[in-house]
């Protein structure tokens, strides 16, 4: 895992605002892979909630994490975000696809308390 002071600043950003929801992240490749930490930390920075019945909120599958991180990026890119990231590479643990998507939200919410 790397200890870079931007990768420090990336994890405190994620951890600072997912503790409203009691979690915490600390292996950003694999606790984000199928896509439900997205989704939640996504919502809290947004200011809206994901309905339950849209994703898997314990994803069992390949294809239900697929489902979960496509969410995710399609609701991003909605909100006028861009960047480039595939589903595939997120859900097979792809350090740097995951990492493209938290810098993009960083970038958009980093003054957001």
Same mark, same amino acid.
């Not at 950003?28 to 809290?44: A, E, M, N, R």
């Given at each position: 895992?790397?200890?870079?002071?931007?990768?420090? #600043?990336?994890?405190?950003?994620?951890?600072?605002?997912?503790?409203?929801?009691?979690?915490?992240?600390?292996?950003?490749?694999?606790?984000?892979?199928?896509?439900?930490?997205?989704?939640?930390?996504? @919502?809290?920075?947004?200011?809206?909630?994901?309905?339950?019945?849209?994703?898997?909120?314990?994803? @069992?599958?390949? +294809?239900?994490?697929?489902?979960?991180?496509?969410?995710?990026?399609?609701?991003?890119? +909605?909100?006028?975000?861009?960047?480039?990231?595939?589903?595939?590479?997120?859900?097979?643990? +792809?350090?740097?696809?995951?990492?493209?998507?938290?810098?993009?939200?960083?970038?958009?919410?980093? #003054?957001?308390?």
């Amino acid at each position: 895992m790397p200890t870079s002071p931007y990768f420090i #600043s990336l994890q405190g950003f994620v951890n600072k605002h997912l503790s409203k929801l009691n979690v915490e992240v600390t292996d950003l490749d694999s606790q984000f892979h199928d896509g439900v930490y997205l989704i939640f930390l996504l @919502g809290l920075l947004e200011g809206f909630f994901v309905p339950l019945y849209q994703f898997y909120i314990t994803p @069992g599958s390949k +294809d239900q994490k697929l489902h979960n991180v496509a969410l995710a990026i399609d609701l991003m890119r +909605d909100s006028g975000m861009k960047f480039y990231a595939k589903p595939e590479d997120v859900v097979q643990k +792809d350090l740097k696809s995951t990492l493209r998507i938290l810098y993009s939200l960083f970038q958009k919410f980093k #003054s957001v308390k």
